[in-house]
């Protein structure tokens, strides 16, 4: 069965840096995409970052481009997001996602895999 697991959220003051996790299992790797999406209260969810195993492709929000970067760990079966500079804006619960595509995409209701979330509090 497939899984994501994410962790790695917390509090943190403005400019600095928080590396969110999300490990998958039950088979989540090689011909799926992957997708951090965040949710403020009050707001829809909205898509950070995108990732496609097989081919190292990345997008960004512009919201977060040259502040934020995802990577992946394969034998950890494990995706990351480093977030840096962050700003109070950037407070949300953050959420890993999966599509079995090798294509990108921004809209949450393109990913039919989701994690727990976690959350991310940056103080001004």
């Known amino acids: 069965q497939e899984q994501l697991v994410e962790s790695g959220g917390g509090l943190v003051q403005a400019g600095g840096s928080l590396r969110l996790s999300c490990a998958s299992s039950g088979g989540i790797s090689g011909n799926y995409a992957m997708g951090w999406f965040r949710q403020a209260p009050g707001k829809e969810r909205e898509f950070v970052a995108g990732?496609?195993?097989?081919?190292?492709?990345?997008t960004y929000a512009d919201s977060v481009k040259g502040r934020f970067t995802i990577s992946r760990d394969t034998a950890k079966n494990t995706v990351y997001l480093q977030m840096n500079s962050l700003k109070p804006e950037d407070t949300a619960v953050y959420y890993c996602?999966?599509?079995?595509?090798?294509?990108?995409?921004?809209?949450?209701?393109?990913?039919?895999?989701w994690g727990q979330g976690t959350q991310v509090t940056v103080s001004s």
């Open positions: 990732f496609i195993w097989k081919t190292d492709v990345t």
């Open positions: 996602a999966a599509r079995r595509t090798l294509s990108a995409a921004t809209m949450a209701s393109n990913y039919g895999y």
